[in-house]
């Protein structure tokens, strides 16, 4: 495969569409809501970052979620922001009663790859928001705000992906080739991967550190793979093995083509708190306010509710895999893919994986 930037991986419509199959994200942007709601009511000077903002009309709080998609998950992640501030400037005094509420306006940027189907998101937007709402193309891992502009930033199940592929998995003459695989497993290949994900954290956290006021918040949920656990040991990358081995498998039968399958690689990478840590201690220009590990569920090991989860990961990264195979293989690779994760025991409850765990992180602008 060509080594370009990546476009949206999502899948934008019908049944595998990530507005349809996105649960359990959904769960994980639930799950945080409470623990934004707390640390703004305790921590977020909410005076201090409107001081700059205009003197005459109302005060301007800015909020961006990174990585939207198409929805619902950004709608719930923002109203929880948006409710939460209102609260913390009615505490601080600059909301005094119900009819001021303009006193403080709040505006949302929803911001994805250029390719996201930004209609239908804002085909989507709740008709009761107290927010106005901006469209903010491009990626993530450049500016994409002015100079502190920003008073709150927030990505949930987005920073995991890279920029592009780490090329030394596409070149033979590395050893770091990864031939006839498509994710990170083997020592080399995984380096190149980190090595790839260190390079894009920091000009993220680079480019939010410019766009951010000093005192505001960023607040961050990725899937995680825990301090000192083997990352294959782990289910949120074992499941990207099964699908690899499907397409493997399908390659042997002929149905794809073996040279696409060497020239493919997922373009992500699950961090660790460490790692993540590492990166904003490189960067110098947050403090951490909060690192929670959240356990999730994992799913009943059950026919139906395999087949829900590995329709999700379809929503997730169906785009991709299209680009390099066509569409026409899909329903018969995830069907073997479904029945691998079925056949693994992954979700059984003595099952050999760790489970799935995601890292929030709430960083405050020095
Ligand atoms: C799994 S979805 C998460 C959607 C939503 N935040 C949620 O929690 O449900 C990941 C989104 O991140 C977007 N994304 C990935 N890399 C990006 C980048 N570099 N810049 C902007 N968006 C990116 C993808 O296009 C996709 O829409």
Known sequence: MENKTIESPMNNEGQYSYAQQSSYQKGGVESVNS????????KLNVRKLLASSSSNGPHLFSIADLGCSIG???????????????????VEGFITSEEKQENVEFQVFFNDHVTNDFNTLFKSLPVERKYYAVGNPGTFHCRLFPKASMHFVYSSYSLHWLSKV????????????NKGKIFYGRKEVEEAYFGQYMKDIDSFLKARSEELVSGGFMALLVPSIPDGVDSSRCAVNALFHMLESALVDMA???????????????????????KLKAAIDKNGCFAVELVEQLGRPMPPATRPSVQRFTSGIRAVIQGLL??????EIMDELFDQYTQKVL???IFEDDSKYHPFVDLFILLSKL
């Open 343 to 345: 056949d693994s025991g």
């Open 166 to 177: 780490p090329p030394e998995v596409l070149d033979p003459r590395s050893p770091a080739w």
């Open 322 to 327: 299209v680009e390099s195979f066509g569409g």
């Open 35 to 42: 623990l934004i709601h707390n640390q703004i009511r305790q």
């Open 252 to 274: 042997k039968m002929g149905l794809v083509d073996e040279a696409k399958v060497d020239g493919f690689n997922l373009p992500g990478y699950n961090t660790s708190p460490e």
């Open 72 to 90: 619902p998950n950004t709608f719930i992640a923002v109203q929880n922001i948006v409710e939460a501030v209102e609260s913390k400037c009615k």
